[in-house]
């Protein structure tokens, strides 16, 4: 079946540093992908999403591109902040449910 | 605000005992679905619903019921909870189930059976 693996984490990174969080996926069909984002003691919120091969989601300065030759979606983040400390989830679906990864932490630090 | 609102957002129950975890939006979305959150499983469906009096199973579905008798409202009902069933619960909801929909997520119930 369909499946999404993500880094493991925690991801520890200094404040301003480069972020990147590899998503790789297993599909059968065509899905669309997304990144979803856990802040501490909420729900999951839509970060950015990406519903067709080489298309790029962009928001709050995270960007992902959907790759099909490598089924990759990974997370990237030029300069991270502070308030970026989080679980980020990346997933799939084809409409009647998304399929997560596992998550990954982030911890920015000062 | 739009918004998923579920409750309670905490429980603690015993083994056996009927609890009912109830979920509303006010966005009038047709599809809502309950995901069940376990460390290194990341979140998986437990039951959906296309619209009102139209539910289905998800992928974990065992032990759980549900019920879409309003547009707005989504229950998950747990009849004799069982250990294996504390997790962290999140009900969602979307416009369609259209596979470019996005989900809107409640805040989270986390539940402890003992």
């Known amino acids: 079946g369909d499946s999404v693996t993500q880094m493991e984490g925690p991801v520890t990174l200094s404040e301003e540093a480069f972020l990147t969080i590899n998503c790789t996926y297993t599909?059968?069909?065509?899905?669309?992908l997304f990144w979803y984002v856990q802040y501490p003691g909420e729900g999951l919120q839509l970060l950015l999403k990406?519903?067709?091969?080489?298309d790029k989601g962009s928001n709050k300065g995270f960007e992902a591109t959907y790759r099909k030759e490598t089924t990759s979606f990974h997370l990237e983040k030029g300069s991270v902040q502070v308030s970026d400390s989080a679980v980020y989830f990346c997933?799939?679906?084809?409409?009647?449910?998304?399929?997560f990864g596992s998550g990954t932490r982030l911890q920015v630090q000062p | 605000e739009a918004q998923v609102t579920q409750n309670p957002r905490y429980l603690i129950t015993v083994t056996g005992k009927k609890l009912t975890v109830t979920c509303s939006q006010n966005?009038?979305?047709?599809?809502m679905s309950w995901y069940r959150q376990d460390p290194g499983l990341g979140l998986r469906q437990i039951y959906y619903?296309?619209?009102?009096?139209?539910?289905d199973k998800g992928d974990v579905p065992e032990g759980y019921k549900v019920s879409r008798k309003e547009k707005r409202n989504f229950p998950l009902i747990l009849e004799s909870p069982s250990p294996n069933q504390t997790s962290l619960y999140f009900c969602?909801?979307?416009?369609?189930?259209?596979?470019?929909?996005?989900?809107?997520f409640g805040q989270g119930t986390r539940l402890t059976v003992v």
């Open positions: 969602a909801s979307s416009w369609s189930g259209n596979k470019n929909t996005e989900a809107f």
């Open positions: 599909a059968t069909g065509y899905p669309s």
């Open positions: 990406a519903t067709k091969a080489d």
């Open positions: 997933a799939l679906t084809y409409g009647r449910a998304l399929t």
């Open positions: 966005m009038n979305h047709e599809y």
């Open positions: 619903s296309m619209n009102v009096e139209v539910t």
